[in-house]
């Protein structure tokens, strides 16, 4: 994929923003942001484990959910701008901290700068790459990654095209998401693992939302259809927590109930699929990053 800086196309809302003068829907620009890069323990049990994750947040996000947890880095220009180069370091850094894998998070609108970033770091990493995503990219863009990314960690947010517009201003998250995370599982193949780490494959993760628990069931029928239940682990989130007050959508200002969660676990585990389930105690402010550019 050709990526003009002075005329951005790198994500699905192709905005078309001159990045050298103005930041683009995404709130990138013609340099690298991130907001923090430290050990993270919260991921999945495979991808923690038990040393933590190498984590790098960047800023900015090209979709702004209305119900954004980590809202302070994806709406806000908090953060520092970085080189590519500084970046490489950051990667080895976190790897003589002992961090399991590298994981970068929400990095989409800068694919061009981190496949810089970490060709330079390959011959020094001997650790997995993960690539942690809102899933709303284009496959043109993922394929950038290819040969660079061990691991996809991509979110499918919404099934229906109508809750995408409403919760995201994205209709077509749910077609845009598919086609990238077909272009994921071609990339990785089947699942490696080191003991109970996972080194090379795609964990899918679903949000269930309040009042939403028949699209969670819907799109766990589509993805096994599509792809099979066996094509990648699925992790099913309990953790969703209103931030703030949403008048327009009063659905949204209320936490998931045991009953709506557990009825997309039981479809999940009817349909085969395997993965991790979240207890509903990770619904909770404090499960939120500090964002202190720690790290960077």
């Given at each position: 994929?050709?990526?003009?800086?002075?005329?951005?196309?790198l994500?699905?809302?192709?905005?078309?923003?001159?990045?050298?003068?103005?930041?683009?829907?995404?709130g990138?620009?013609?340099?690298?942001?991130?907001?923090?890069?430290?050990?993270?323990?919260?991921?999945?049990?495979?991808?923690?484990?038990?040393k933590?994750?190498?984590?790098?947040?960047?800023?900015?996000?090209?979709?702004?959910?209305?119900?954004c947890?980590?809202?302070?880095?994806?709406?806000e220009?908090?953060?520092?701008?970085?080189?590519?180069?500084?970046?490489t370091?950051?990667?080895?850094?976190?790897?003589?901290?002992?961090?399991?894998?590298?994981?970068?998070?929400?990095?989409?609108?800068?694919?061009?700068?981190?496949?810089?970033?970490?060709?330079?770091?390959?011959?020094?990493?001997?650790?997995?790459?993960?690539?942690?995503?809102?899933?709303?990219?284009?496959?043109?863009?993922?394929?950038?990654?290819?040969?660079?990314?061990?691991?996809?960690?991509?979110?499918?947010?919404?099934?229906?095209?109508?809750?995408a517009?409403?919760?995201?201003?994205?209709?077509?998250?749910?077609?845009?998401?598919?086609?990238?995370?077909?272009q994921?599982?071609?990339?990785?193949?089947?699942?490696?693992?080191?003991?109970?780490l996972?080194?090379?494959?795609?964990?899918?993760?679903?949000l269930?939302l309040p009042g939403?628990?028949?699209?969670?069931?819907?799109?766990l029928?589509?993805?096994?259809?599509?792809?099979?239940a066996?094509?990648?682990?699925?992790?099913?989130?309990?953790?969703?927590?209103?931030?703030r007050?949403?008048?327009?959508?009063?659905?949204?200002?209320?936490?998931?109930?045991?009953?709506e969660?557990?009825?997309?676990?039981?479809?999940?585990?009817?349909?085969g699929?395997?993965?991790?389930?979240?207890?509903?105690?990770?619904?909770?402010?404090s499960y939120?990053?500090?964002?202190?550019l720690?790290?960077?």
């Open positions: 994929m050709e990526f003009d800086m002075t005329h951005c196309t994500c699905p809302r192709r905005c078309g923003a001159d990045r050298t003068k103005a930041a683009g829907i995404c990138g620009r013609d340099s690298l942001r991130a907001a923090r890069a430290a050990l993270h323990p919260w991921e999945e049990p495979c991808i923690s484990g038990t933590g994750s190498g984590t790098v947040f960047f800023s900015g996000c090209v979709l702004h959910c209305r119900f947890q980590n809202a302070v880095i994806s709406a220009p908090f953060g520092k701008d970085i080189s590519a180069a500084r970046l370091e950051i990667f080895l850094e976190l790897q003589e901290q002992g961090a399991h894998n590298i994981n970068l998070v929400t990095g989409g609108h800068f694919i061009p700068w981190i496949a810089r970033a970490l060709e330079e770091a390959r011959p020094a990493l001997r650790i997995p790459v993960v690539w942690n995503s809102g899933g709303y990219e284009l496959a043109e863009a993922l394929m950038m990654l290819d040969g660079l990314v061990d691991v996809y960690l991509p979110d499918f947010k919404f099934f229906d095209p109508d809750t517009r409403n919760y995201a201003l994205a209709p077509d998250y749910p077609q845009i998401a598919e086609t990238a995370l077909a994921m599982l071609q990339q990785t193949g089947d699942r490696i693992w080191n003991g109970d996972l080194t090379r494959g795609v964990i899918v993760r679903h269930v939403h628990r028949h699209e969670s069931i819907a799109l029928h589509h993805l096994a259809e599509r792809f099979g066996d094509a990648f682990l699925l992790s099913l989130m309990a953790q969703y927590t209103p931030m007050e949403d008048p327009d959508y009063p659905e949204l200002n209320r936490r998931i109930t045991k009953m969660y557990n009825s997309v676990c039981k479809a999940a585990q009817d349909l699929f395997d993965g991790y389930f979240q207890e509903k105690s990770s619904a909770d402010a939120t990053p500090d964002f202190s720690q790290g960077i």
